[in-house]
């Protein structure tokens, strides 16, 4: 008899857990307010970006040395709704605590496991779908404006290089053989060899969900406002029922997982992009400009610019400054850049105290998976949690180990 289960929300992280158990065989289910792909879902905007080098958490030891710096700089990537500090500050403490060296090092082997065969995963995961046509693969640039800038941060290269991530370092000159439009302000820079990224976030996940569907998955619009016990209630009434119910809403899931009595210490981080159409430059690959911490990256007919991280409520409106500064980062990189039009965005990202997600059964209730939380690296890691998921569901043996990721670790 078919397993029978509900996902809950279409961005990458529930289409990959979907997907997974229909090909399994499983009769799923797929239950969002909006279509896969759509502008309100953070799968939409993202820089696209399959980060394999990712593994340091938000929170590191390069990064504690910073925090004065990033809060209180007038252009800082980060920033801090104010009069949200008192509900914010719990939070904080964990996530800074959590920056610590012996803290920092288990989080970063099991980002590690989440990350290392990104690329592969989500070749298969699009393998014989309309979706294999926006995976490119190729370098992922880090550009900084000094090579001490690169040097000086111990930590990190040495925790990469022990885990078998390899780079080529770029000089000026190198860089501008590669694109000549970068500005002089950029000298050195690092090139990571077997990376790769998304040409178009949002047509990549209509494109799985479509798949999914058309081959016997089925999609229901709705919000869902209860679930237990096998059962999910839906805003309009409606009760949709199964053996197991996968919870991969992001910054959403919180409300849920309190529900069932969780403590669920999950920030909403929210993030913008500024993407080109039809940009006079485009850059060979990926890039990350160190300096001021955001993302560029190629796309289908558009130049993304994505980057900032803002600590405020859900609800807030997003912040103009977020996107005058992304404006401004990238001028300042290519100070002749040409285009025909922008479109802005704002979403926001699940981020956890310890930078990694919430996967697997909840203690409180064996019918429901948790599969959120995923910070930064949503799309990175999403088909490789769908696969963790899928294995949870249908009880079948992993190699994973997944203790780092437990539902009840916070409780």
Known sequence: MKQKVIVIGAGITGISCAEELRRSGAEVTLIDRVPAGDPSQTSFGNAGILAR??????????????????????????????????????????????????????????LNELLYDTVERHTQLAKGT???????????????????????????????????????????????????????????????????????????????ALHFQKNGGSIHAGEVVKLGQGTVMLKDGQKLTANSIVLATGAWSKGLASALGHNVPLQAERGYHLSLKSSSIMPPNTYLIMDKRFGLTPMDGFLRCAGQSEYAPLDMPPNQKAINNLRQFLYRLYPNIEHEGETTWQGTRPTLPDSLPMIGRSPKDASIVFAFGSQHLGLTMGPKIGQIVRDIVLDKPSNIKIDAYSPSRFD
């Open 53 to 110: 080098e990712g593994v340091m958490p938000i929170a590191n030891p390069s990064m504690l040395k910073m925090i004065p710096q990033i809060m209180f700089s007038p252009n800082s990537p980060v920033y801090l709704k104010w009069s949200y500090l008192i509900k914010f500050a719990p939070w904080a403490l964990g996530f800074v605590m959590n920056g610590t060296r012996p803290k920092a090092r288990p989080i970063i082997n099991a």
């Open 130 to 208: 309309k979706a294999d046509r926006y995976i490119t693969s190729g370098d992922l640039t880090f550009l900084y404006r000094h090579k001490r800038q690169f040097t000086s941060d111990r930590f990190a290269n040495q925790t990469r290089e022990d885990l078998g991530i390899t780079w080529t370092e770029l000089s000026r000159t190198n860089l501008l053989e590669r694109d000549p439009h970068i500005s002089n302000l950029y000298k050195f820079g690092i090139a990571y060899n077997n990376h790769g990224w998304i040409t178009n976030p949002s047509a990549y996940v209509a494109a799985l």
